[in-house]
């Protein structure tokens, strides 16, 4: 267990209190909800103002909520109602702030965790920045503490900030890599793997809910979770290795491979 990464938890969830009030467009509903009935991604699809999906199938928000399911069940892996849109996103740059890149671990790990996303051949890439054609940016910037935070997406475009307790500095990269890419992953919709009861990889600790955000069980993912079982658990091992497990790699490419 590593209890950096319960202050972490909390910090996630003040900021979503933030976030929650942000307004929700109605195609983003729209496709929300498809994704949660079942459909995937790519077979999404808008046209003006109007969402179909199977290429000519319109879709109405009213129709769409009447097609969610009650989800059942403890599964691994959530999101967040919002998303990133793709294909509108293409490349994500990480731009670190000057003095993030005073932080040589923490520098070293932004780089690893970058390469862990564009590992996973998603409709976007990620890039470090500053660079050109970014059609989002996350800016990284270093915090008092061992902590992290971010926050998740909105307007169809990831959290703009990932925080990092530059008192990880000394940690050891894999370290490091793991909790850029659990910020991250905040950042592109995903919520805690054991949102619902913290006591699966912190050892203790309850549930988060819904958090005004939405915790939807992404289709895919194993039934049973376990510390370890994913980059985007609420508390990580201590012997992580920084890369993404299975189920986290499922997760991902259902919602972003295009
Ligand atoms: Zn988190």
Not at 73 to 83: H, I, P, V
Not at 177 to 201: F, K, N, V, W
Not at 229 to 254: H, K, V
Request: hydrophobic content about 35%; overall charge negative.
């Amino acid at each position: 267990m590593f209890k950096t990464v319960t202050v972490l938890a909390v910090s996630c969830g003040a900021l979503l209190a933030g976030c929650g009030g942000d307004p929700r467009s109605e195609n983003e509903e729209i496709r929300s909800n498809l994704i949660e009935a079942g459909f995937r991604a790519e077979d999404i699809r808008v046209v003006g103002e109007d969402t179909y999906v199977g290429g000519d199938a319109q879709v109405s928000l009213r129709a769409s909520r009447e097609m969610l399911q009650t989800g059942e069940g403890s599964a691994e892996q959530y999101r967040t109602t919002n998303l990133v849109s793709i294909p509108t996103v293409t490349k994500i740059c990480i731009n670190p702030s000057s003095m993030f890149n005073t932080y040589n671990r923490l520098s070293q790990g932004l780089d690893q965790a970058i390469a862990n996303y564009n590992a996973l051949g998603l409709c976007f890439s990620m890039a470090r920045g500053p660079t050109t054609g970014c059609s989002a940016v996350i800016t990284a910037v270093p915090i008092p503490g061992t902590g992290a935070s971010s926050g998740f997406p909105a307007g169809g475009r990831p959290y703009n900030q990932i925080s990092i307790g530059y008192g990880l500095n000394t940690s050891s990269l894999d370290v490091v890599e793991h909790i850029i890419t659990h910020e991250l992953g905040h950042a592109l919709g995903l919520r805690h793997s054991d949102y619902y009861s913290h006591a699966i990889s912190c050892g203790t600790g309850g549930n988060e809910g819904t958090a005004g955000v939405g915790a939807i069980l992404i289709p895919g993912t194993p039934a049973t979770s376990y510390a370890g079982a994913s980059l985007m658990n609420a508390c990580m091992l201590a012997n992580t290795t920084g890369e993404f497990t299975s189920s986290d790699i499922t997760a991902l490419t259902w919602l972003y491979r295009c």
